[in-house]
């Protein structure tokens, strides 16, 4: 532990006197009968005389957020989740004990109160205490200026204080909690099946990504966090289940930033005999419905920018998005040395090694992204970049696959499965062969995947949503950082 400061040493004594009056500093259970939310929003518009005739007994509990003290008396502020409610501490009005606990109250003790409700002398909604339980001392002072607390590192290093601080943030993270639950009723009432696949995984699959590596002692071999569960959840429509859903964490060893957390939560669902087109118009009910339940519109601000979340969204093609955005002639997509150039007047930086869909894949990235603010499917990816989807039959060299972009932001991808074991093997063999060149993002083979598929999977649509992103839109957060409890930082110096 740190040099104790001068506060801290205060509090130690404060402390003592507590044991030695026979309060117990760190108590055990205290019955609440009321949450000061609730009592606010039942009782504080009623005035000072319907007060005062009804006699409204409570018994709530809560951190001191402030204290003010003079003569025989004193108010108090308590914080009861992201609530604040007023009380009134009297000598006259608790016991002798109670009393000597009052004097030694500071900022971030918690305690247990219990009185009727009543309006002060400046018609302040207020409890008068007839019974005060101290629960818990606070040894440590809440940050200097914690009121309003804006510094953003302290803010995520020290949740707790952020919490404590910021009520808002409490209603960020309610609301995120209620996504999700959406998100589950809204896929059980359809028929979908909550699973859970394994975050360990012996091979890592089901995105392009760099997967964390861990070791397992007892069977003595290298295992991957797992980057995506496509693959467990794959098995599971081979299985017969058929339609499966998993909220699930994800871990991909990449770099941090306002989008980009290296653990995050995502929800993915698969759909037996269904196509990428089905999943369109799932989504699209999905986010909508859950805006309506959560917000009440579908019509959000999001950053300064009004977004209408109202189906039908727009269906885009991935290279006509390309070349309308950057008015560009249907050649830059066939012609090497013609991307590079249309990359180098836009602006965008690309390895002159690479081939042709990588460089346009990296003008889509810079260009198109952050230019679909409205919701979007982008569709029609090519296979290059979707070795996990099925071929187009109208064009085998690109998928039935889809992109959702809301806000200049990737939230949902999804596409037909591919249940062509002989394919699978091809592209994962391409895969394979480019990780073995350097690329740590690339599929390895996982045989045991495809020995499922030749067991039969049935046509499938599947589809991966970016929950932590999601709630960044629905609860107006420019940062994933806001949204996350207790975002990855880099160590404290």
Same mark, same amino acid.
Request: proline letters at 5%.
């Given at each position: 532990?740190?040099?104790?400061?001068?506060?801290?040493?205060?509090?130690?004594?404060?402390?003592?006197?507590?044991?030695?009056?026979?309060?117990?500093? %760190?108590?055990?259970?205290?019955?609440?009968?009321?949450?000061?939310?609730?009592?606010?929003?039942?009782?504080?518009?009623?005035?000072?005389?319907?007060?005062?005739?009804?006699?409204?007994?409570?018994?709530?509990?809560?951190?001191?957020?402030?204290?003010?003290?003079?003569?025989?008396?004193?108010?108090?502020?308590?914080?009861?989740?992201?609530?604040?409610?007023?009380?009134?501490?009297?000598?006259?009005?608790?016991?002798?004990?109670?009393?000597?606990?009052?004097?030694?109250?500071?900022?971030?003790?918690?305690?247990?109160?219990?009185?009727?409700?009543?309006?002060?002398?400046?018609?302040?909604?207020?409890?008068?205490?007839?019974?005060?339980?101290?629960?818990?001392?606070?040894?440590?002072?809440?940050?200097?200026?914690?009121?309003?607390?804006?510094?953003?590192?302290? *803010?995520? *290093?020290?949740? %707790?204080?952020?919490?404590?601080?910021?009520?808002?943030?409490?209603?960020?993270?309610?609301?995120?909690?209620?996504?999700?639950?959406?998100?589950?009723?809204?896929?059980?009432?359809?028929?979908?099946?909550?699973?859970?696949?394994?975050?360990?995984?012996?091979?890592?699959?089901?995105?392009?990504?760099?997967?964390?590596?861990?070791?397992?002692?007892?069977?003595?071999?290298?295992?991957?966090?797992?980057?995506?569960?496509?693959?467990?959840?794959?098995?599971?429509?081979?299985?017969?289940?058929?339609?499966?859903?998993?909220?699930?964490?994800?871990?991909?060893?990449?770099?941090?930033?306002?989008?980009?957390?290296?653990?995050?939560?995502?929800?993915?669902?698969?759909?037996?005999?269904?196509?990428?087109?089905?999943?369109?118009?799932?989504?699209?009910?999905?986010?909508?419905?859950?805006?309506?339940?959560?917000?009440?519109?579908?019509?959000?601000?999001?950053?300064?920018?009004?977004?209408?979340?109202?189906?039908?969204?727009?269906?885009?093609?991935?290279?006509?998005?390309?070349?309308?955005?950057?008015?560009?002639?249907?050649?830059?997509?066939?012609?090497?040395?013609?991307?590079?150039?249309?990359?180098?007047?836009?602006?965008?930086?690309?390895?002159?090694?690479?081939?042709?869909?990588?460089?346009?894949?990296?003008?889509?990235?810079?260009?198109?992204?952050?230019?679909?603010?409205?919701?979007?499917?982008?569709?029609?990816?090519?296979?290059?970049?979707? =070795?996990?989807?099925?071929?187009?039959?109208?064009? =085998?060299?690109?998928?039935?696959?889809?992109?959702?972009?809301?806000?200049?932001?990737?939230?949902?991808?999804?596409?037909?499965?591919?249940?062509?074991?002989?394919?699978?093997?091809?592209?994962?063999?391409?895969?394979?062969?480019?990780?073995?060149?350097?690329?740590?993002?690339?599929?390895?083979?996982?045989?045991?995947?495809?020995?499922?598929?030749?067991?039969?999977? =049935?046509?499938?649509?599947?589809?991966?949503?970016?929950?932590?992103?999601?709630?960044?839109?629905?609860?107006?957060?420019?940062?994933?950082?806001?949204?996350?409890?207790?975002?990855?930082?880099?160590?404290?110096?």
């Amino acid at each position: 532990m740190d040099e104790l400061t001068e506060q801290q040493q205060q509090r130690i004594k404060k402390l003592d006197l507590l044991r030695e009056a026979g309060v117990a500093p %760190y108590g055990t259970r205290f019955d609440v009968k009321d949450r000061a939310g609730q009592l606010i929003k039942l009782h504080s518009e009623k005035t000072k005389e319907v007060l005062e005739e009804q006699k409204i007994s409570c018994t709530l509990a809560g951190r001191i957020i402030a204290l003010r003290r003079f003569g025989k008396a004193g108010f108090a502020v308590l914080q009861d989740g992201s609530d604040r409610l007023q009380v009134y501490l009297k000598k006259d009005l608790i016991s002798e004990q109670a009393y000597l606990v009052a004097e030694q109250l500071d900022l971030g003790d918690w305690i247990g109160v219990t009185g009727i409700l009543f309006r002060t002398k400046t018609n302040e909604f207020t409890v008068e205490v007839s019974a005060l339980t101290f629960l818990s001392k606070a040894l440590r002072p809440l940050p200097e200026k914690w009121h309003g607390l804006t510094d953003v590192e302290t *803010r995520y *290093r020290q949740r %707790y204080v952020d919490l404590i601080a910021n009520p808002e943030v409490h209603t960020i993270f309610v609301t995120r909690s209620r996504i999700i639950a959406g998100i589950r009723s809204f896929l059980i009432e359809r028929g979908f099946l909550e699973v859970e696949t394994p975050m360990m995984h012996p091979i890592p699959g089901g995105a392009a990504a760099k997967p964390f590596v861990t070791h397992h002692n007892a069977l003595g071999v290298d295992l991957y966090l797992r980057i995506a569960p496509e693959l467990y959840l794959k098995r599971l429509i081979v299985g017969g289940f058929p339609r499966v859903f998993e909220i699930n964490r994800n871990f991909r060893n990449e770099g941090i930033s306002t989008i980009h957390n290296p653990e995050f939560t995502m929800l993915e669902f698969y759909v037996a005999y269904a196509d990428y087109q089905d999943l369109i118009i799932l989504t699209e009910e999905l986010v909508s419905w859950l805006a309506q339940q959560i917000l009440g519109k579908t019509v959000i601000d999001y950053q300064g920018k009004e977004i209408t979340l109202t189906a039908p969204w727009r269906r885009w093609s991935y290279h006509q998005s390309i070349l309308e955005v950057n008015h560009l002639a249907p050649a830059v997509l066939q012609d090497r040395d013609q991307a590079i150039a249309a990359a180098t007047q836009l602006g965008v930086a690309v390895d002159p090694k690479w081939p042709l869909v990588n460089i346009v894949n990296a003008i889509f990235e810079k260009t198109v992204e952050p230019s679909l603010i409205q919701p979007t499917f982008i569709i029609d990816y090519p296979i290059e970049i979707s =070795p996990l989807a099925r071929r187009k039959d109208s064009n =085998p060299a690109l998928t039935d696959r889809f992109e959702l972009y809301i806000a200049g932001r990737e939230i949902a991808n999804a596409f037909s499965e591919l249940n062509d074991p002989l394919d699978q093997r091809e592209r994962f063999e391409r895969q394979a062969a480019q990780r073995a060149a350097g690329d740590e993002e690339a599929h390895l083979v996982d045989e045991d995947f495809l020995r499922a598929l030749e067991c039969g999977m =049935p046509p499938t649509a599947g589809e991966g949503i970016g929950i932590d992103r999601l709630v960044m839109l629905l609860t107006n957060q420019a940062s994933i950082r806001d949204v996350v409890l207790f975002p990855q930082l880099r160590r404290e110096k």
